[in-house]
């Protein structure tokens, strides 16, 4: 991800730190756990929320030996989220490889999904700062809670825009917002600068989400390159930001809610069909208004953040992904 980055050279060799930092925790373990966690933690991904961390923790107390733990921790409770979701989801990829719950059993996975969240708790209470641990546990409550939500209303249709908005604010700004606050904390920051790094965590966590539903029913991205089958959310019955503005369409409306509310499972071919359906409606193009607007708003935030390595860091990650979105016109 960050390999053309000009402004935030730093963290290409910072975040090489933290891959070097995960393959020795792996290699802390054995067996058939060690593989578990090696074909997850291992297994590629961006990096996105340790990135955040770590510009927003860019001062003049910026100590990357000190640092890096706090981003592994961070990385290690994305991952066990991922895991879980895999398992609840029965999916059979993840960055294009396969889960491992279809690699061993729910039970390994699980566990591992145990060991990275439990883990990821020892090392932040490693800082001694009570409200690092509060931030945390106010997040992992938050990350259930969604996934809960999200459990709740599978394939329940006529969900409005609030109710996706305060699933995926749950689900996945959460997260967001938890690796800026961290960077904000670790680095000795004003209580002005770390509640705005949580709001532009915010905006960024929904503009990100709304990416991944369009990366979802993606059907111009060749098959090689593809991390999960397309139409994955929508087999899973998962109500999308694009099949909500789908369903505002009266033409496919009754067509779409046929193919999914008839209680009979969403199959490739199901799926497909409602995708078809979608992308002749606007809601592609409604969905991607929608992450340039928080895109936007997320950069109006990073003027009230100190610092200039801080502000264009954030500000890379923000065209970086509003980048993605024009490439897949």
């Known amino acids: 991800m960050f390999e053309n980055f000009k402004k935030s050279l730093f963290l290409k060799n ?16 054995d067996g058939i756990f060690r593989e578990a966690l090696s074909n997850t933690l291992l297994a590629g991904g961006k990096r996105i929320r340790p990135a955040l961390f770590l510009i927003c923790a860019k001062n003049e107390k910026y100590d990357i030996k000190n640092l890096v733990p706090a981003a592994a921790a961070i990385e290690f409770l994305h991952t066990a989220s991922l895991i879980h979701d895999d398992i609840i989801d029965k999916s ?41 641990l509060r931030e945390m546990s106010d997040t992992s409550q938050l990350l259930v809670i969604g996934e809960f939500d999200q459990i709740k209303t599978k394939k329940i249709l006529g969900q409005s825009e609030e109710m996706y908005m305060s699933k995926i604010n749950e689900k996945t700004s959460s997260l967001f917002k938890l690796s800026c606050v961290l960077g904000g904390i670790l680095s000795g920051s004003s209580d002005d600068d770390i509640e705005n790094m949580r709001k532009f965590g915010g905006y960024l966590g929904i503009a990100f ?25 929508i087999m899973q019955g998962n109500i999308t930001l694009p099949l909500i503005y789908a369903l505002k369409n009266k033409k496919f409306k009754k067509s ?57 860091g954030l500000i890379e990650i923000c065209d970086f992904l509003l980048n993605t979105i024009e490439k897949a016109k």
């Open 92 to 132: 059979l990829l993840r960055r294009g490889k396969k889960t491992i719950h279809n690699i061993y059993d729910k039970d390994t996975a699980r566990y591992a999904g145990d060991c990275l969240f439990t883990y990821s708790f020892f090392i932040l209470n490693s800082y001694r700062d009570y409200s690092i």
């Open 14 to 29: 910072d975040l090489k730190e933290l891959e070097n930092y995960l393959n020795s925790f792996v290699l802390d373990f």
């Open 256 to 312: 779409i809610e046929d193919l999914i509310g008839d209680g009979g499972p969403i199959d490739y071919s199901r799926a497909d069909t409602i995708i078809s359906m979608i992308y002749k409606t606007d809601a592609i193009n409604l969905s991607r208004q929608k992450i340039r607007y928080y895109l936007n708003e997320a950069k109006k935030v990073i003027k009230r953040i100190n610092g200039s390595e801080r502000k264009n």
């Open 209 to 233: 989400q709304i990416n991944d539903d369009l990366i979802d029913i993606n059907i111009n991205k060749p098959k090689e390159k593809l991390d999960k089958p397309i139409g994955n959310d």
